[in-house]
């Protein structure tokens, strides 16, 4: 029951199942099944329900204290007696640039220093691993920093910026960014994402209209479009993707420069852990 009482814990603190389910990277019908299940094995009902409102009734109230005192003492069980740590793993989200460069040389310096550590690295985009940090179900997560304010409970930690430049395959001429981006057609950092929204707002305010062309997440495959000759792309200058491909350019952005910041995202009760602050300086060490 302790996933469903983390997510009961979620419903309590953002109102509705539908902005829970967008927070923790479920869907609302998960969202509303798990407090269905913690509702039947209790044998009472936690929220009176209104349209898309779920608000806690008197006995929801009474079971929330409870509920998180159960979650606290769980989340205890990372440090034994006399300071042993680690008896259960470090859960760390990861967006996909970390993973395949920076996150694999730090791990391998966390381990020098805390062999005894295991850890679970999850997948993820940053929006999803920002609502398992916020459910509980992460101790932390390497992402982009997210263009709203954070939950109390969560705490962002800076580590580096990555500026963002424009890459153009061999057959595009010329260092002219303005005119390359609207003669050419666009190879967008999805918008949904957390980058891609730093991309649209940069492009409002230069008053730049582009020619989309396709729309991806996924870096690695935008690099590959654009050294087949498919487009252009605004690609923060992270390290998987640079160098870029032979013949493949970045041109820099002059004094309209933006970047997109990776921190970790992390949890009140774990953030001044040693081995997730020693993944943290090992994550600053290496840039």
Known sequence: MLKELRTFLAVARHGTFSRTAERIGLTQSAVSAQIQRLEESLGFALFDR???????????????????????????????????????????????????????DALLELRRGFPQ?????????????????????????????????????????PLWHEPFVLAVPPQVKGRDWRRILREQPFLRYDRASFGGRLVAQFLHTQALDVQDAVEMDELGGIVQLVAHGLGVALLPRSRPYFPLPPGVRAIGLGDAEFSREIGMVERLRHGQTAIVRGLREALRRLK
């Open 117 to 157: 550590a295991r850890l679970r690295i999850v997948p993820g985009v940053s929006l999803a691993l920002l609502g398992m940090v916020d459910a509980g179900e992460l101790d932390a997560a390497v992402m982009i920093r997210p263009p709203f304010a954070l939950p109390p409970e969560l705490v962002w930690q």
């Open 50 to 104: 209104a349209g898309r409102t779920a608000t806690l009734n008197a006995a929801g109230r009474e079971t929330l204290a409870r509920a998180e005192q159960l979650v606290a003492l769980f989340e205890q069980l990372h440090q034994q007696p006399g300071g042993a740590e680690f008896s259960v793993p470090l859960r760390v989200g990861a967006i996909a640039s970390v993973q395949a460069a920076g996150l694999p």
